[in-house]
């Protein structure tokens, strides 16, 4: 493939070599680099003064990101933020720097060296790493599973306001969200919705953050919160059950007892709302596809097409009546019961 006139192999070089512009700019949102710069230009030693690195060593990451736009350096060799650098400050609007701390973690990149272990056996490469499933692994690791619920969060702000905007949530008195971690998406909603009441049901260690959350978003008073395991039970009272981005961790038989357990909570008058990317057919660019090899190794889930949802509902007790394409890339399949 060539692209602007690049030779091919250069071009797939340069996929080839995309973790280490990834690991770099991990880096430099651990060390607080952004933040630094938020208050105007600097060099790379007093950078590395406030984040006791080594100053020659942090001068060469930030040279290399510069290279691709993120950070600029200076005639006299101090680095300022670009549009691509912003979001990497800890209290901008949509901010991904937990996101991009996350991506640094052994937790989370050494599965994909696994990748040749997950394509021939079919298991996850973060089981063959830790001896363990990612979501064991964060109930017992407090700090990973704080900077797991802060990246998911940090990176929900479009997603999130492209649901609201995109899907018609009228008529709708109360909505259960499974599995929603802080909550940042039921605050959307409830934001958007004001007559509407919100039930936030995930695991017990999750709740405390969650109710944080909604708290200092000043919606706490119209939400409740339910802690239990969703292969057991899901709370009921809810007219619709919504789960984002969660089916899409799990194989197809343990989504589907998920979607019975929603099923088996809601009535008969209820609806299912799934949040997910749906794949594409064909040769069609889509983040939703490099995704899908990420549950491969990393949960043992999938990404899925439109034909392969409907026929999860299906085995789940529901019937597929439409998907809602968002401005995201995730769109929101809306199940009602058989």
């Known amino acids: 493939m060539q692209t602007d006139g690049v030779p091919p192999t250069i071009v797939l070089i340069q996929k080839l070599t995309g973790t280490w512009v990834a690991q770099c700019i991990s880096v430099a949102a651990k060390l607080g680099t952004a933040d630094a710069l938020a208050?105007?230009?600097?060099?790379?030693?007093?950078?590395?003064?406030?984040?006791?690195?080594?100053?020659?060593s942090l001068y060469r990451v930030l040279r290399a990101l510069a290279s691709v736009g993120i950070f600029a350096e200076d005639e006299d060799g101090r680095f300022r933020l670009t549009a691509l650098a912003e979001p990497l400050c800890s209290d901008v609007q949509g901010s991904v720097r937990s996101f991009a701390i996350m991506m640094g973690e052994p937790w989370n990149y050494r599965p994909w060296e696994h990748l040749i272990h997950s394509v021939t056996t079919g298991q996850t490469g973060f089981q063959h790493a830790f001896g363990t499933g990612i979501w064991e692994y964060l109930a017992d690791q407090p700090e990973a599973s704080a900077l797991f619920d802060a990246a998911?969060?940090?990176?929900?702000?479009?997603?999130?306001a492209a649901v609201v905007t995109d899907y018609d949530f009228s008529g709708l008195k109360v909505v259960v969200d499974?599995?929603?971690?802080?909550?940042?998406?039921?605050?959307?909603?409830?934001?958007?919705?004001?007559?509407?009441?919100?039930?936030?049901?995930?695991?017990?260690?999750?709740?405390?953050?969650?109710?944080?959350?909604?708290?200092?978003?000043?919606?706490?008073?119209?939400?409740?919160?339910?802690?239990?395991?969703?292969?057991?039970?899901?709370?009921?009272?809810?007219?619709?059950?919504?789960?984002?981005?969660?089916?899409?961790?799990?194989?197809?038989?343990?989504?589907?007892?998920?979607?019975?357990?929603c099923r088996q909570a809601m009535?008969?008058?209820?609806?299912?709302?799934?949040?997910?990317?749906?794949?594409?057919?064909?040769?069609?660019?889509?983040?939703?596809?490099?995704?899908?090899?990420?549950?491969?190794?990393?949960?043992?889930?999938?990404?899925?097409?439109?034909?392969?949802?409907?026929?999860?509902?299906?085995?789940?007790?529901?019937?597929?009546?439409?998907?809602?394409?968002?401005?995201?890339?995730?769109?929101?399949?809306?199940?009602?019961?058989?």
């Open 178 to 261: 499974v599995a929603g971690g802080r909550g940042s998406l039921l605050a959307a909603i409830l934001c958007a919705n004001p007559d509407m009441w919100g039930i936030l049901f995930d695991q017990s260690h999750v709740i405390p953050g969650a109710r944080e959350y909604l708290t200092d978003a000043g919606l706490a008073q119209r939400c409740e919160f339910a802690a239990g395991d969703f292969f057991e039970s899901v709370v009921a009272g809810g007219d619709a059950y919504i789960l984002k981005r969660v089916i899409h961790d799990w194989d197809d038989e343990r989504a589907t007892r998920i979607l019975e357990r």
């Open 39 to 56: 208050e105007g230009p600097k060099g790379a030693e007093e950078l590395a003064a406030a984040a006791n690195a080594h100053a020659p």
């Open 152 to 160: 998911m969060t940090g990176r929900s702000g479009p997603d999130d």
């Open 267 to 338: 009535p008969a008058t209820g609806r299912l709302l799934v949040v997910e990317p749906v794949i594409p057919p064909g040769n069609e660019p889509s983040f939703g596809k490099l995704l899908d090899v990420h549950m491969l190794v990393w949960t043992g889930g999938k990404e899925r097409t439109e034909a392969e949802y409907r026929a999860l509902f299906s085995a789940a007790g529901f019937e597929l009546s439409k998907v809602v394409p968002t401005r995201s890339s995730l769109s929101v399949v809306e199940g009602v019961p058989r």
